[in-house]
């Protein structure tokens, strides 16, 4: 259980702009959250304290009831987080070496590190490229590493932050496949995007910010009216069926 109460950041200082302004959230284990909200909304900087990267201004934020704060490895443990271009965050130059890098840090055994890389690449369907090189993988596939990465934490959520940025429409449907199968093996994620395309029939909860606050937070079939207020294009229902060519170089919310 992930809980935010009265949740309120400021970047620089105490007269700036509350980037997230008094979020108060639950998200139960195994639950399916699609974070979504427009550039600038908060996302990033609230799902930054789920983990502890970032400490509040005002309010806390507990993980199976235990403050952040005060027990940041159980956080850290407990909620794995996959950032936005993962390129940077790859710590190895093969593909076995960064998924084992996490598992390393919490000091296990050997049998046990490659017992979790072998479950987290198998996953991602990336089982058997231990030794590949990062630099030589697609953008979905580091994508999918990014994930093993995460997974091999052996996390109760997975945080992703856009990892539909800059991935192709076969890449992107492969990142969904995997999140769906992490949602039926019961790992709970909560996926920040403000690209709704494939996401909403995986979500069990959308949840919607606007200027760092809550605006929407409702089931996916409740919000398909409410979202393109705030600015957050909404797929038909049939689109997904049959997608449009071209609309990526149209869409409005493409980040730079
Ligand atoms: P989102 O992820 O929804 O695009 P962010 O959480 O990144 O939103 O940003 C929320 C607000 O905080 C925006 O106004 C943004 O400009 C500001 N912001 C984000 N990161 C920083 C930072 N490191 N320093 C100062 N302001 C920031
Ligand atoms: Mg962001």
Do not use: C, W
């Not at 806390?60 to 996959?82: F, H, I, K, Q």
């Not at 993962?86 to 000091?107: S, Y």
């Not at 979790?116 to 979905?140: F, P, Q, T, Y």
């Amino acid at each position: 259980m992930i809980e935010t109460r009265n949740l309120r950041h400021r970047y620089g200082g105490d007269d700036g702009p509350a980037a997230v302004d008094g979020v108060s959230l639950s998200i139960a284990d195994g639950e399916f959250v699609v974070l979504a909200g427009p550039n600038g909304s908060g996302k990033s900087t609230l799902v930054r304290h789920f983990n502890g990267l970032l400490d509040p201004d005002e309010g806390e934020v507990l993980v199976d009831g235990t403050p952040v704060s005060e027990d940041l490895v159980a956080a850290r443990t407990r909620v794995g987080m996959v950032f936005q271009q993962p390129r940077d965050g790859f710590v190895a130059a093969t593909v076995g070496a960064d998924v084992a890098f996490g598992p390393e840090n919490l000091g296990l055994p050997r049998e046990e590190i490659d017992r979790r890389v072998g479950e987290a690449l198998a996953a991602v369907n990336m089982a058997g490229r231990r030794d590949e090189r990062i630099d030589e993988l697609s953008g979905g596939e580091r994508e999918r590493v990014a994930i093993a990465g995460a997974l091999a934490m052996d996390p109760g959520h997975l945080v992703l932050d856009e990892p539909f940025t800059g991935l192709d429409a076969p890449a992107r449907e492969s990142v969904v496949e995997q999140l769906r199968a992490l949602r039926d093996a019961g790992t709970g994620v909560v996926l920040v995007t403000h690209d709704l395309r494939d996401a909403l029939e995986l979500a069990d909860r959308i949840v919607a910010l606007a200027d760092g606050q809550v605006a929407v937070d409702a089931p996916p079939a409740e919000v398909r009216e409410r979202l393109p207020d705030l600015g957050i294009r909404v797929p038909p229902a049939s689109e997904r069926e049959s997608p449009v060519p071209g609309r990526e170089s149209t869409s409005p919310e493409r980040e730079p």
